[in-house]
C-alpha cells in the first residue's frame, strides 16, 4: 500500500493498494476510487467490534475496498474542513476523540476504551468513549481545522481547550483541571475546565473544533424567507443540515 494526501484545509487521501491488499474505511468516507475496486460492507470485530464503534460515534459497519484484477486506488475525505493525518501502529496503541478515524489497512485493530478518571469523562471535552487504534499497518484520522502537534516529554504537561485533543498516544496520561479561578472560569471565555495531557508521548490537537465552526456560521445563515425565493430557501437548508440544524 501507498498513499498521498493532496489538498489544504480540504484534504483528500488517496491509497493505491496491489491485488489482495485491503483498506477499511468509515461508512460514506470515499471520494472517488478506480474502476476495479470493489467495496462491501463489513462489520469488522463482529457483532460486539460494530457495537463498540457505535459506541464510539462511528457506523455499525465499516466498508471494505480492494481492488479486482491488478492494482487499484480509492480516495477518501472528512465531512468537515480539516486536515487528514497518518498514524503508524507496530505494536503501540494510539487514542482518538469519538470520529476521528477515517480508513485503515486491514492489519489495524478497531476498539474503544474509556476514560480512567471520572473528571476527564464528563468535562474533558470527548466524553467517556475514545476510539483505540493498534495492531500493525497505517491509520488515517481526521479532524476539524489544522493539525498542532508535540512529543511530550516524561512528566511534561500541557494544557488543552477542552474538545481540541484530537489524539495522542496510549502513554499519554488524560485528565481534566480548573481553567483558574471562579471569576476567570466564568467570564474568561475559556470554559470552566482544561484538558491536561501528560508525557511521555505524542499528541495532536485541533486548530478548531466543529462546535466553534458551528458557532462562527450560525449568525451568517439565513431566518427567514429571502428575495431569492426557492434558492434562498434551499441554501438555508443545506447550511442548516451541515449545522445539524
Known sequence: MRYEITGDNLEVITIHLEAGEIVHAEAGAMNHMSANMQMEAK??????????RKFSGESLFLTEFTPAGGSGYVAFAGNVPGRIRAIELHGNEFLAQKDAFLCAEDGVNLDITFSKKLGAGFFGGEG???????????????????????DLASGETVKVDTGSVVGFDATVGYDVTRAGGIKTSLFGGEGIFLTTLTGP????LQSMTIANLAAAVRPFMPTGRSSGGTSGQASSGVIGSLLGD
Open 128 to 150: 467517556f468513549i475514545l476510539q483505540k487504534m493498534s495492531g500493525d499497518g497505517t491509520a488515517f484520522i481526521h479532524a476539524c481545522g489544522d493539525f498542532v502537534e508535540m
Open 201 to 204: 508521548g505524542h499528541i495532536i
Open 43 to 52: 462489520m469488522k470485530g463482529g457483532l460486539l467490534g460494530g457495537l463498540k
